[in-house]
């Protein structure tokens, strides 16, 4: 319980490498989850239970994976949020399956844009129906590693699923993509031997931090009835 005697707020942080703050100097602390969190507290004044689900690799079908049966991603999610109703969500997902075409003919690309989509649709459904009052779910966009070719295109479509099938489902979008733009040079962590990495370092994932706190941060809250509702 917090101070204030109010159920805690719960945070879930879900999808792949980006939710786990890989390329980030200390996730537990400089990756956008960590950062989010901790503004959530000082913007709440309550106590956040948070787990944080994501998994390096992960992609819209293996987060499903066989659910309801097995321990998918998904599955964890929704134990989590039964657990903590109204809760707040952040999700990050899609850069593993545009990668998994990078290879394919231009009609596979656009075909694993829409059976992501279908996907999508799917994770934000389950998720929103798992608790009640349901979470407050925001997904982010994907930045373009390697702006300036031909995955410019390709980030762009995957951006337009992104858009359409979280409006779709009454979720939140933090762009996060818009923010890296003119900025890849200073976002992206490097290797020790200079080569550019496609993971974020601390910098990086401040930006996506603060493209989640625009797209739903949530005011100060004062006690309700039921806790976590605004």
Not at 32 to 45: D, M, P, Q, V
Not at 146 to 174: K, L, Q, Y
Not at 202 to 225: C, F, I, N, Q
Request: some cysteine; hydrophobic content about 30%.
């Amino acid at each position: 319980m917090s101070c204030s005697g109010e159920e805690p707020l719960g945070y879930a942080s879900l999808g792949d490498s980006l939710a786990a703050g890989v390329g980030s100097s200390a996730p537990s602390q400089t990756s956008y989850s960590a950062l989010y969190r901790e503004a959530l507290e000082e913007r709440t004044g309550r106590e956040v239970g948070y787990r944080q689900l994501g998994l390096s690799g992960e992609t819209a079908e293996s987060f499903i994976g066989r659910y309801p049966e097995g321990d998918s991603q998904l599955r964890r999610a929704e134990s989590f949020l039964q657990r903590y109703p109204g809760s707040r969500v952040t999700l990050s997902l899609g850069g593993n399956d545009l990668l998994r075409a990078r290879d394919a003919s231009d009609r596979r690309r656009r075909e694993a844009i829409s059976e992501y989509g279908e996907d999508l649709g799917f994770i934000l459904e389950t998720l929103g129906g798992a608790s009640s009052p349901p979470p407050e779910i925001t997904v982010l966009t994907l930045y373009n590693p390697a702006p300036g070719g031909f995955t410019d295109r390709w980030t762009g479509e995957m951006n337009e699923e992104i858009r359409a099938t979280a409006r779709a489902n009454g979720a939140s979008v933090a762009e996060g993509g818009r923010l890296f733009r003119g900025h890849t040079e200073e976002y992206l962590r490097r290797y020790e031997g200079g080569e550019r990495d496609i993971h974020p370092n601390d910098a990086g994932y401040a930006a996506l931090a603060r493209s989640l706190l625009r797209a739903g941060a949530p005011k100060r809250e004062t006690p309700r009835p039921r806790p976590g509702v605004e």
